[in-house]
């Protein structure tokens, strides 16, 4: 039999196996290999650039079409900030100061909801307080020394007091020192009525400079922002929404002293107070401001505290109100207290030493100045 009929004969007669799966058929090697595949690839990829070059090319010479969505166009409207969006006026928890009431906490009869009732949140604005007559502006006099002391004792104050406070409560901080340092009642100085107290460990008028809050270094963003306040108070601004108010406490308690003295109203989170009678009359706070500000710093720790009497509001309105009666008896204006110096300055004249009775006295005008100002010929 020749043999390309054995071959024939051979694969005719042999059994295959039918359950084989795909894979079984696998080849070994890769259809690219050999001079074939090589072709075949080199065609294939000639068609994908061939159909990529066309998809790049039907675009480019479509037709153009102007199409500008007005979304796309238009500028976009200003949108208004609140203010706890502007930078520099926004601290943590400032939205609840800047959000009024939301339209559906009250109902159409003005009453709270059952699940609402409670105490209400005090408001940060100060609109509808009985604040009273406002204050003088500050008349600053003293050296370059005196002013930084002033300036480094009230921003301590603002920002231990209010540091996380709107704008309102921290002026509102501020004017309440200023008052105390035109008041007889209180030394004279704006680090005298910061510090007023700090020797003790209660009984302090401001409970920072008693109760180790000192220890805590202040943020610088909170600082500066507590400064400018206390640059513009001392530069004249007054906060009239306080008045004459010389106390003040947190809204979180309610002192012993708070029913015996005027409401002023409440600014941030604190409730401002002001004396009655003659001790909260603007005619009280006539003590000029001169200067010779101490050190910016808590007073020294006394082995034997003193009684914490100037802590008392009740007492100092007494003490003006005999002081001022005597005063009137007498026909005279209710002297200041003495301010107290250190044992140095006491041995080198104490007060004297700051009354200029050393200045040069006044010399005779030369006469060809003695007419200065006025007319040579009247005209």
Known sequence: MPPRLRAKRAMTDHAFPTDLR????AARLSRRAG??????????AGCRLAVLAAAIAVPAVAAPVEWQP?????????SQRFGYEIPGE???GSAFYYLDDLPNVRNPAGQPPADMAGPALPRPSAGGLD????????MFAGSLSDRARAQYCLTLAIYYEAATEPDAGQRAVAQVVLNRVAHPAFPDTVCGVVFQGSERTTGCQFSFTCDGSLARKPAKMWWDRAARVAQAAL??????????????HTVQIHPYWADSLETVGTIGAHRFYRWRGAAGLAAAFTDPYRGGEPVAAPHARLAQPAPAIESDPLVLARAYE????AA????????????AYSAEIEARGGDALFQATGAPAGGQVREEYARSGQWLRQP
């Open 235 to 248: 530069a004249g601004a007054v906060y009239a929404p306080v008045g004459l108010a010389t106390h003040y």
């Open 328 to 339: 009137r008896e007498a026909g005279a204006r209710p002297a200041s207290p003495a301010p």
């Open 22 to 25: 795909p894979r079984d058929f």
């Open 131 to 138: 604040s009273g007559p406002a204050a003088r502006s500050l």
């Open 90 to 92: 926004s601290f943590p």
């Open 35 to 44: 001079p074939v595949g090589q072709r075949r690839h080199r065609a294939h």
């Open 322 to 325: 005999a002081g001022l009666g």
């Open 70 to 78: 007005t979304a796309l166009t238009a500028p976009a409207p200003a």
